[in-house]
């Protein structure tokens, strides 16, 4: 059985690690100058050497010999049992070489209570142990554990780098090449020499490496093919538009991977407008017919269209509706317009929420009415016998905006905890929406076992969508979960921020409100 290229040409010494010239320069002058930490955390895309670099920085810290190093995979390994069974085999000695290092890759998929461990044993680690972590997803591991590692950024890798690692590789094999079809796998990989390896392996097994059959292989069309669109577009041309679709339809095109190629094509078409670097992607003709400004409108409403293609059953049909739309847009003259929709839509957005809370109070008022009629004797005789004791009531001063006390900070820091698990969770019951509108919004007050969520003016949407019960339901119950008790979401405003009260306030406001409302001829003595 043949062997992946990316397998084959995996790097065995820092000389053969690219593009991350810094990092590796700073983990040899640690070799050198014996400056080792105890914890080590790789972060950065996928195929950029995260793990790779591991593996050789941990065979040099032990002179050659792998035997000392453990590696986990956190994607399948992430419970609690899994770092305790690190934890206890870390007291014994290194067989040969002088550390014993753990390498756990993708170290963000660990369940909560494996980082709680799992950090106990980067507070105090034994003096033989040397931990390196690895991840594409930094901000789901916590501060506590981020905070006691030396964190490595990995970047992407540089087009010419991966063109030049690409042509080491097809010299070793023997393989001849057109340098446009190395230019396309350099792009196409989006910065990953793993992806890179891979696209090459795939159409090396079709053929010569050409640009044809690359784009057999890949189900892709040529760089010409966005410009034709966009042409299409300025020239108001439907029909041809609709050819360039019928093309996509044909070569098998994913009519999702067209959009968002689309998109870029107009991405670059943006930077070579204003003078700045692009991808290497011609697009010398198209900045002649349009504008950055109406490159970014159609970026706009096709990122828009893209989107809704993930849930179409028909995104073909959907492009193309799309598509016919764009071309016969105006885009000379639509920029002002759109301000001014987006502007209204924000202000019914706002007469919307209003609306939605006053027949929520209404509702409420309501139920309390129809209580109190039920039995008005039992509200009369409370008031009686309250004549000389009148009804206390909250000042408003003590429902503003206080300071935050230390135990309702350590209770947010539970929750914030808490988030990067509640994402994983609702990305597992395929709620990836209900994530994107939630990221929008950030916890800042904790108590009576409401979890307050704010969000900024702009981002009233997001709220809007969350305050549907299903959305509270579903957040609320794995919060509870993963908190150990019961506990609700609400979703608010950071301009209602200030007036948030607990439950006992708000009884007593409304209960006194309501008395005077069902009973206007009684006089209420109120003192604050």
């Given at each position: ?21 810094q ?9 050198e ?18 793990t ?8 040099a810290?032990?002179n ?7 590696e ?11 770092i305790?069974?690190?934890?206890e085999?870390?007291a ?8 014993k ?8 998929m ?12 980067l507070?105090e ?5 040397i ?16 905070s006691?590692?030396q ?7 540089e087009k ?36 890179a ?5 795939k ?7 050409t ?6 292989v890949?189900?892709?069309?040529h760089?010409?093919?966005?410009f ?15 050819m ?6 044909k ?13 870029n ?65 105006n885009?000379?003259?639509?920029g ?5 929709d ?39 005789d ?7 004791k ?6 408003a ?15 947010l820091?539970?929750v914030?905890?808490?988030i ?29 076992d409401?979890i ?17 019960q ?23 405003l950071?301009?209602?921020l ?5 439950k006992?306030?708000s ?9 005077s ?9 109120v003192k604050?």
């Amino acid at each position: 059985m043949k062997q992946a290229l990316y397998r084959i040409y995996r790097p065995k010494s820092f000389d053969e690690i690219y593009g991350q010239d810094q990092i590796v320069s700073i983990l040899k002058n640690q070799l050198e100058n014996a400056t080792l930490n105890h914890a080590y955390l790789f972060c950065g895309p996928r195929g950029t050497g995260k793990t790779s670099t591991a593996k050789v920085f941990a065979s040099a810290i032990n002179n050659g010999t792998d035997i000392d190093t453990i590696e986990l995979d956190a994607a399948s390994n992430n419970s609690v049992d899994n770092i305790r069974d690190i934890r206890e085999n870390l007291a014994f000695a290194p067989t040969s070489g002088k550390y014993k290092i753990y390498i756990i890759d993708e170290v963000h998929m660990l369940s909560a209570s494996a980082f709680n461990a799992l950090l106990k044993t980067l507070e105090e680690p034994p003096s033989h142990v040397i931990f390196i972590l690895a991840t594409t997803e930094p901000q789901k591991i916590p501060q506590t554990v981020l905070s006691r590692c030396q964190r490595f950024d990995f970047r992407k890798i540089e087009k010419d780098v991966l063109v030049q690692r690409l042509s080491h590789v097809l010299a070793q094999e023997g393989k001849s090449f057109e340098a446009e079809a190395l230019d396309f796998i350099a792009s196409k990989s989006e910065g990953g020499l793993r992806d890179a390896l891979s696209i090459l392996d795939k159409a090396l097994s079709y053929g010569d490496l050409t640009t044809h059959n690359l784009l057999q292989v890949l189900g892709q069309i040529h760089s010409d093919s966005y410009f034709t669109m966009l042409k299409a577009i300025m020239d108001h041309n439907t029909v041809d538009a609709i050819m360039v679709l019928a093309s996509i339809e044909k070569s098998g095109m994913d009519p999702r991977v067209f959009a968002l190629e689309f998109i870029n094509f107009l991405k670059q078409v943006i930077l070579e407008f204003n003078g700045l670097v692009q991808d290497n992607i011609n697009v010398e003709n198209a900045v002649t017919i349009c504008t950055d400004t109406i490159a970014s409108y159609i970026i706009e409403d096709l990122s828009t269209a893209c989107n809704n293609m993930r849930y179409s059953p028909q995104p073909q049909v959907l492009l193309l509706t799309e598509i016919v739309k764009i071309a016969g847009t105006n885009y000379d003259t639509i920029g002002s317009n759109r301000h001014v929709d987006s502007d209204i839509r924000s202000e019914f957005a706002l007469v919307n929420t209003e609306i939605r809370r006053l027949e929520s109070l209404v509702q409420s008022l309501e139920k309390r009415i129809e209580e109190i009629s039920s039995n008005p004797q039992a509200i009369v005789d409370k008031i009686k016998d309250d004549v000389e004791k009148p009804i206390p009531r909250i000042s408003a001063s003590t429902i503003e905006r206080v300071d935050i006390s230390d135990e309702e900070k350590s209770q947010l820091e539970r929750v914030n905890d808490a988030i990067p698990v509640l994402y994983e969770e609702l990305r597992a019951l395929k709620q990836a929406q209900l994530m994107a509108l939630l990221r929008e919004g950030k916890p800042e007050r904790f108590f009576d076992d409401n979890i307050f969520f704010c969000f900024e003016e702009k981002n009233i949407f997001h709220k809007n969508m969350l305050d549907t019960q299903d959305a509270n339901n579903s957040v609320s119950k794995i919060l509870s979960k993963l908190l150990k008790k019961n506990v609700r979401v609400q979703y608010i405003l950071y301009s209602e921020l200030a007036g948030i009260k607990s439950k006992k306030v708000s009884n007593d406001e409304n209960f006194i409100d309501m008395l005077s409302e069902v009973f206007p001829d009684v006089t209420i003595d109120v003192k604050p």
